[in-house]
């Protein structure tokens, strides 16, 4: 299972949802739905826009959990 922890890192680096879709170019909703893991698929570019605003590395948003 593949797990998104952007909730956490947003609430460390102290920045909203609609500042971070506004930087990132894709609409809340859509990054609502990255927040929290309703997704089935990322774009390595909207991928490398998060890891940029957020300054991290994609390990820090992404992690595999054996189920």
């Given at each position: ?46 991928l ?20």
């Amino acid at each position: 299972m593949i797990l998104m922890h952007l909730d956490r890192l947003m609430v460390e680096r102290h920045v909203s949802l609609n500042d971070l879709a506004d930087k990132v170019g894709i609409t809340p909703a859509n990054l609502s739905r990255i927040k929290n893991n309703k997704i089935n698929a990322l774009r390595f570019s909207t991928l490398e826009a998060l890891c940029r605003e957020l300054e991290c590395q994609p390990g820090d948003l992404i992690e595999y959990k054996l189920e």
